[in-house]
């Protein structure tokens, strides 16, 4: 059981929205560390694409968007395409375990 | 162009041990902070542990005395070595930078850039 919880699934067909959710505690996204979110494609290292909650990197559409409130987290997709199937993960520190740690990611697949 | 080129891993017998390189390319490893992540078959990404750039050094319990964490300057490279292996340790690894913010890299960051990963496994 992950410390960061997230659904084990979501899905949605090309052109609609998704929402992913990653919810904490007091000891770490409500503590205010900053959650960051990676895109885990097949085949591929993990990519980077939400940083400090709701930046993008260079090079990520916007069609991606980060937003935190309390001890939860969310990453919003819109438009979906094909290529965006894959694992999602958040990503934040815990104050009380004195560690970085990964929600437990949630496979997205677009129908 | 700034990259982790990963290497070692393959076949390792449980009990063994096992030394996993990380080369940085385009920067100095010795101004970062690094983690290591590993996904095992099936899971999710497991967070391992990391260094500063002072050499301090983080593990999650639940490999703590049996992963460490080091990194040598001189050759511009990121290690991480595992002690007595279990098929659990069956995985592939990534090496990643993390963000600096500033003089000394303080707090916690962003994972930037990522190494390709390395599979281990385990198994007699």
């Known amino acids: 059981q992950s410390v960061l919880t997230q659904p084990p699934s979501v899905s949605g067909a090309p052109g609609q929205t998704v929402t992913i959710s990653c919810t904490g505690s007091?000891?770490?996204?409500?503590?205010?560390?900053?959650v960051n979110w990676y895109q885990h494609l097949p085949g591929t290292a993990p990519k980077l694409l939400i940083y400090r909650n709701y930046y993008r990197p260079s090079g990520v559409p916007d069609r991606f968007s980060g937003s935190k409130s309390g001890t939860s987290a969310s990453l919003a997709i819109t438009g979906l395409q094909a290529e965006d199937e894959g694992d999602y993960y958040c990503?934040?520190?815990?104050?009380?375990?004195?560690?970085?740690?990964f929600g437990g990611g949630t496979r997205l697949t677009v129908l | 162009e700034e990259q982790l080129v990963q290497s070692g891993g393959g076949l390792a017998q449980p009990g063994g041990s096992l030394r996993l390189p990380c080369a940085a390319s385009?920067?100095?490893?010795?101004?970062?902070?690094f983690h290591w992540v590993r996904q095992s078959p099936g899971k999710g990404l497991e967070w391992l542990c990391a260094i500063g750039v002072a050499g301090e050094t983080y593990y999650p319990g639940s490999v703590k005395g049996r992963f460490t964490i080091s990194r040598q300057n001189a050759r511009n490279s990121l290690y991480l070595d595992i002690d007595d292996l279990r098929v659990e340790d069956t995985a592939t690894y990534y090496c990643?930078?993390?963000?600096?913010?500033?003089?000394?890299?303080?707090?916690?960051?962003?994972?930037?850039?990522w190494g390709k990963g390395t599979t281990v496994t385990v198994s007699s």
């Open positions: 990503q934040s520190f815990d104050t009380s375990l004195g560690t970085a740690l």
């Open positions: 990643t930078r993390e963000f600096c913010g500033g003089r000394g890299c303080p707090g916690w960051n962003y994972m930037e850039v």
């Open positions: 007091s000891s770490n996204i409500g503590a205010s560390y900053d």
């Open positions: 385009g920067f100095t490893v010795s101004s970062y902070d």
